[in-house]
């Protein structure tokens, strides 16, 4: 049997964690006959589970037949990329052409003798949406690592529009906590701030430690332990059973090897792109067990409306978590000895 676990990012693993609540929010908006939300973003660090989770998520609408699942590619032209791949589709094809959509302009392959062709893209991607309208379906475009770039600033600006002409067009985006938030800070783009932005919360530690026993062959303590160890982060949790499964030997055997695959794979890609003030503090953090705000704030000489604005960033970056009033803990598992070997001054 081959190894159940995945390092390689993006792909979904066959030991995967569903993330329920997510998944069925989105099915139960988009699915009521007048939804109030057309759109989702979902942000989270690396090795958080967004692709994996969007995945999942659009193989549900897959399943039904008044569904069109489109997956863009954030660094293309959108609207080009929306109207070729609705298109490439058989059934979608043939009611463009009965509807005499000649949109031979745009290299679609439709083109109508007698029809003016259609010149401008969004024009024709609405028309083609208001075909797909009276014929009883929706269509679900998924974007992965959204970045604010001139394409996804046109779609959205255009996606806006679809919505205000009532298109049966509905979008699941995910991405880095500072891209998303960079696109809604568009001027031309406000109305993303009314839509739901989700972070990615850790895996269920039950539900790990459940995969981990069936896969691994360990007792339920053991299991506990090793799902603990990964803090939830889903990277970690597969890394962890790979390691395993592949070497033979208990979890703390491979211990090595696991900090030093998160480190390489995910961790130093996080702290390069963290400003130096923000490294500052995750070192106070690093540095105080005990997670106590006032100890950290006495440690780097901070008053609370200094170090507050760090704290805020970083927990909307996933790095840090302020659950408990007055504490604040790393999200990540072993990040802390990563800050405190790597801070430099």
Partial sequence: ???????????????????????????????????????????????????????????????????????????RDLLQALAAKLCSRKDLYTLFESARLNLSLFGLGIEIDGEPPISDIEAAVSRML???????????????????NEHMKIFAASFQMFLREGMPLFLLMTGLYENIDNLQNENSLTFLFRAPKIPMEPLNIG??????????????????KMARLTKGYPFAFQVLGYLCYQKHCGYQAVLPDFELYINEYVYRKLWSELSQKDKM???????????????????????????????????????????????VKMTLPLFDRYVLENYIE
């Fill in 1 to 75: 049997m081959s190894n159940p676990f995945s390092i390689s990012f993006g792909i979904e693993p066959t030991m995967l964690i569903s993330r329920v609540t997510a998944t069925d929010a989105v099915l139960e908006t988009f699915l009521a006959e007048r939804p109030m939300n057309q759109i989702y973003m979902f942000t989270g660090v690396r090795g958080s589970g967004k692709t994996v989770f969007l995945t999942e998520t659009a193989n549900r609408f897959r399943e039904r037949d008044d569904w069109i699942v489109i997956d863009l590619n954030p660094e």
């Fill in 281 to 327: 503090v995750m070192y106070g953090i690093a540095q105080c067990p005990s997670g106590r705000i006032r100890e950290i704030r006495e440690q780097l000489n901070l008053t609370t409306n200094e170090f507050n604005p760090y704290r805020q960033r970083l927990i909307r970056k996933g790095l840090i978590s302020g659950e408990e009033r007055g504490i």
């Fill in 130 to 148: 208001q075909h797909i309208k009276k014929a009883g379906k929706r269509v679900l475009v998924t974007i992965d690592e959204v970045t604010n």
């Fill in 207 to 224: 539900a790990m430690a459940a995969q981990y026993e069936k896969s691994l062959s360990v007792d339920r303590e053991t299991a506990v």
